[in-house]
């Protein structure tokens, strides 16, 4: 059973999703093919923007991260202290100041359709 259900998230988190709307003045205007094009600009648009920009967030959180790292590092622990820290640092800063593609996605979608005038109630 336990299996099962692993199964069941990986399948589930594996799928894409897609936003839904809430039918707002806009939505009632355009109708649902026309509402349902934007979505797919909008995903579209989204998925060009990760795929400029994903790398550049990581190597900027490495580098915070690795600054801030060797500088605590050093007044704990003098020169070796700071090169332990902006490894420590680079590791934490690429990793816990990202989210995750999914989420950047949403954000991005959520933002384009907003500026179109859509109210998204959320994903399924």
Known sequence: ?????????????????????????????????????????CESEAKQYLSDTKGKQVASGAGSGAALGAVVGLLGGGVRGAARGAVGGAAVGATAGA??????????????LSDKGYEVLGYD
């Open 99 to 112: 989210l995750s593609p999914d989420q950047l996605k949403h954000r991005y979608v959520v933002k384009c």
């Open 1 to 41: 059973m336990k299996t099962f259900l692993v199964l069941i998230l990986i399948v589930s988190l594996g799928c894409a999703s897609k936003a839904r709307l809430y039918p707002n003045a806009k939505y009632k205007s355009v109708g649902e093919v026309q509402a349902n094009a934007d979505i797919a600009q």
